[in-house]
């Protein structure tokens, strides 16, 4: 079946029918990967599995996990389904230990049907032909992201404009200058814009003619909804992609901004109880495990993503029938814990940013050895706020109350917290420090 972003019957296809077709594309997927994929022949034959074993979505729990040390270990091309010659696009980012790690490889058929996905998502953003595209994402190091973003631009005929991460300064001119009608933009980066804005004297929600902005590659809280639309008068989104699921174009939010769209028909998603590896019902939290079922140089069988989060499967409002997941709740593996509560960073940027307020800087303070027994935390004001001791204890009373644990909070004037610079803004936890 050929994809076609813009067909509605894909996205309202009947859970039935998209069931049965989901079921053929993992029989498929899991053929092909024996047949051509050397990691999958070995983890196949190791698991004892074969392909006529595979005859319902339920025996997708047969399969073994695949993991990201996987990849790393088979570096360059050892997880390829293809021989080099046949590739089309090769990303790769370096990991947390330096070490290389190939992130996504790409035929001309996957980089068409890339194309197709990150249209699909675009137009359900309600990105049409005619707006103008500010892509605020990477393009350099090898990052996929700005690159798919353009990808569905093009498809939908509409100009776009690949700034990467230039300068703030640069940024706002450009915004300034072309008045794009979409904003495409790391969260946080948005955030150091709009405060940069500010310090020239431009007001965005006065001088921009944006419609809407989509907000992606790293996790924001929801609360921060509120401040996007404001500071920049648009209508926000949220979109989900990991690099070695493709990069942009697994999910994204619909107008109805009730969960994030997972296209299942090149996605079968499942979310599992992290610590026993066990599915966990719908509508209940844990962490997110894709199949790739349309993948040609590098299928991925339920890979774990290690991000947390809830599916529903229910039909959206809008008539999409494709599972919805939540926003990203955190990264299992990088909570905090805090007098025995496990919390994640995203948790707490959510209290402190419905605080109108508190400006976007904060820093989680970590003990060198030991355990939590306070949450204690340094987060800016906003510009001008002056009674911050008073503020202080409210901020202190709602960390406490949301959380059931101690917390103790270093309200600071704006701008005493140090600035990242958007390369460090990607791959790295921002707002945590060691003391």
Known sequence: MKVVYWDPKIETMPLNELGKYQTKLLKQIVRYSIQKSPLYQRKFK???????????????????????DELRNAYPFGFSAVSPDRLARLYSSTGTTGRKTTLCLMTPNDLEIWSDLMARCLVCAT?????????????????DGGHGFMYGADKLKALSIPIGFDKAERQIQILKDIQPTVLCMVPSYALYVAETAKKLGVDLSKELNLRLGIFGAEGWAESLRKRYESIFRLEAYDEYGPSELWGPGVSIECPEHDGLHVWADHYLVEVINPKTGEPVGDKEQGELVFTTLRREALPLVRYRTGDIAVLDSDVCACGRTHPRMSKVLGRWGDEIRVSGKALFPLWIEDVLMSMDFIGSQYQIVKPKEGSMNKLKIKVEAIEGVKNLAELKAKVEEKLANAFSVPAEVELLPSGSLPRSSITLFLGKERHMVIE
């Open 127 to 143: 990105v049409k032909k005619g707006d103008i595209i500010h892509l605020a994402f990477g393009f350099e190091r090898l990052i």
């Open 46 to 68: 190791k698991a004892g599995i074969k392909p006529e074993q595979v005859t319902s979505l339920d025996d997708v729990a047969k399969l073994p996990f695949t993991v990201k």
